[in-house]
């Protein structure tokens, strides 16, 4: 039925391909593109800002609960002058950070070397799949007993997360290089350290990045989750001691700070993958 | 004699996977080739082309039987390879992809760039030399795959229908420019096509191959002159040679497609 529909349709009348905006003018077209991008960008927010605002103003939403958007950025004002909130994110992010960067190159070098060696591979990846299964929060209670209180358990649980996300992306990204890639490089005699080289790493590039991206994530929501229940310092603190206090409006300057750390954090590992991968054309 | 050959091929066979989805893909193969002989292999698709290729280049070992290849002991690369799907490396600009060979084997960077240099500007790519592999046409790649292998100066050139995707009259001007380079240094190359009249203008042998498992079913010795040039193709005698190839031919394809109700030939 439908096909005999479109066949009639088309038969009917004549179709033109015509170039189009982009086509007659690309300088404009991508000039006007990126305005409207970048209004998009920005505008959005503002516009959640702003109706939030008017919501709670209008006394629609109960104001204790949800502080207007200038209730926050007062004591936004307020937290920073103080020193509060500039203390909070150092003691957070130094933790995040580090955590980040021990499990990340754990992960992904033990994720070349599982790829690689296929014994190493079959004998570990389903004990890493078994323990990556494990809630890591449910481990903080043992890494507290067996390293005390200081930052070293909280490190150690952050850098457990983005290590299992890496790790499992990387022995994927290794073994599903294609022998295409593989055989020329065999062919010319490439030895292992420029097979790895010129092969390995390039290839499995792209997929690192979008695993160290979801690992961004990952590290910011453990580090919060360990800050609400151990220690007196850093911005899961600062939301949970808000909320045992009552100050809502403190709670949510910490909650947009969380949320700017994480879109800050993400987006400079997907800048530094852009510029790694420059044979990677994303379609915009 | 046979220990003399560049190649050397004894009763090769090659059989993939195993119990019910085992397939005989190719053999049993003798050949021979001699050191500086351009030899074309053509045969019916799937008969086991590439597979031979594979194991000539060493990147896959023969179930059965024994290859063997002569080296001049020189500082050349034995053998580099054309593939059929280009394998190009995305990552690497097209000077890089170019580059990549020499890099493994350490050639000094001065000489290598020489080298890089004239390889690109004979395959016509050095307008395009910093650009990615994602951005070029399907002909473009599969030149640069061809620089790639001829810039290391193998002693053997092992080719898989390197001008399969290349229009008509760029195949004429890479064939042509191929036939010039060859001439130039007489190389050993092995080069697979489908195409009849490429293998007669380039070859000084052109090997028939049977459907799979595919075995050599014909050999044809090119009386052409050389130096040769595309000129050739008008005269009687390639014209006559090409359609007895055919002929050959036709029924090894046929027996390839059960549908025809072809009978393989044995060899
Ligand atoms: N890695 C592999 N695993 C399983 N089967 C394979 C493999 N490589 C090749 N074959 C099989 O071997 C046979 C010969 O393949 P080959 O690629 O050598 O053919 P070919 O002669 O090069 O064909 P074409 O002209 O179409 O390129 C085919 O039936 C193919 O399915
Ligand atoms: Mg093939």
Redesign the interface.
């Known amino acids: 039925m439908t096909a005999v529909d479109l066949q009639r349709n088309t038969t009917s009348r004549r179709i033109e391909r015509k170039p189009g905006p982009v086509e007659r003018n690309p300088r404009a077209f991508m000039r006007r593109r990126r305005i409207i991008d970048n209004l998009l960008r920005i505008g959005a927010p503002i516009l959640l800002i702003v109706a939030w605002q008017l919501v709670v103003s209008t006394g629609l939403l109960d104001r204790r609960f949800w502080p207007a958007p200038t209730d926050v950025l007062l004591s936004f004002q307020e937290n920073v002058a103080t020193g509060r909130l500039a203390e909070a994110l150092v003691s957070s992010m130094t933790r995040i950070l580090l955590g980040y960067l021990i499990g990340s190159v754990a992960g992904i070098l033990g994720g070349i070397a599982l790829g690689v060696f296929r014994p190493l591979r079959i004998a570990l990846e389903p004990i890493i799949s078994a323990v990556y299964t494990v809630p890591k929060l449910a481990i903080l209670p043992l890494l507290l007993l067996l390293f005390g209180l200081g930052d070293v358990p909280k490190i150690i649980l952050i850098a457990l997360g983005v290590f299992f996300v890496t790790i499992i992306s990387t022995i994927a990204a290794v073994t599903s290089i294609p022998e295409g890639y593989l055989e020329p490089a065999r062919s010319f005699g490439a030895n292992r350290v420029q097979t790895f080289r010129h092969i390995i790493v390039p290839a499995i590039m792209p997929d690192i990045f979008v695993a160290l991206r979801l690992a961004a994530g990952q590290a910011v929501l453990l580090m919060i989750g360990i800050e609400f229940v151990q220690g007196d310092e850093g911005l899961g603190y600062m939301i949970w001691n808000s909320w045992q206090l009552f100050l809502a409006d403190r709670m949510y300057v910490g909650i947009v700070s969380v949320a700017l750390v994480g879109v800050v954090f993400q987006t400079t590992v997907k800048w530094i993958g852009q510029r790694l991968t420059p044979w990677e054309k994303p379609r915009n | 004699m046979s220990d003399e050959a560049k190649i050397a091929a004894r009763g090769i066979t090659r059989t993939f996977g195993a119990g019910a989805g085992l397939v005989h893909a190719l053999g049993p193969l003798d050949a021979e080739i001699e050191s500086g002989e351009f030899v074309c292999i053509v045969g019916p698709s799937g008969c086991g082309k590439s597979t031979f290729l ?1 194991i000539v ?3 896959i070992p023969p179930s059965e039987g024994v290859l063997s290849l002569g080296s001049d002991g020189g500082q050349a ?1 034995l ?3 054309v ?1 059929q ?1 280009y ?6 600009t097209v000077e890089a992809n170019v580059r ?2 020499l ?3 350490r050639v000094p960077r001065h000489e290598a760039d020489t080298r890089v240099e004239r390889s690109l500007s004979r395959l016509g790519l050095t307008e395009f030399r910093k650009a ?4 070029l046409s399907g002909g473009m790649r599969q030149r640069v795959s061809i620089a ?1 292998a001829l810039v ?1 100066e193998p002693q053997v050139l092992l080719m898989d229908e390197p001008f399969a995707a290349l229009d008509a009259q760029l195949r004429h001007l890479l064939q042509d420019e191929l036939l010039e380079l060859w001439q130039e240094d007489r190389r050993t190359v092995l080069f697979i096509t489908h195409n009849l009249d490429e293998a007669l203008l380039l070859g000084d042998r052109v090997l028939v191959m049977s459907a799979r498992p595919g075995r050599i079913v014909g050999e044809f010795k090119v009386p052409f002159e050389r130096p040769r040039s595309g000129d050739i193709r008008r005269s009687p005698e390639f014209a006559a040679m090409e359609s007895e190839i055919w002929d050959l031919l036709r029924s090894e394809v046929a027996a390839g497609i059960p549908a025809t109700g072809g009978t393989k030939v044995p060899a």
């Open positions: 594979r280049a060493g990147l690369p053998a580099a390879v593939f799907d394998s190009i490396f995305p990552w690497k990549f060979g890099d493994l084997l990615y592999p994602g951005t790639r290391t």
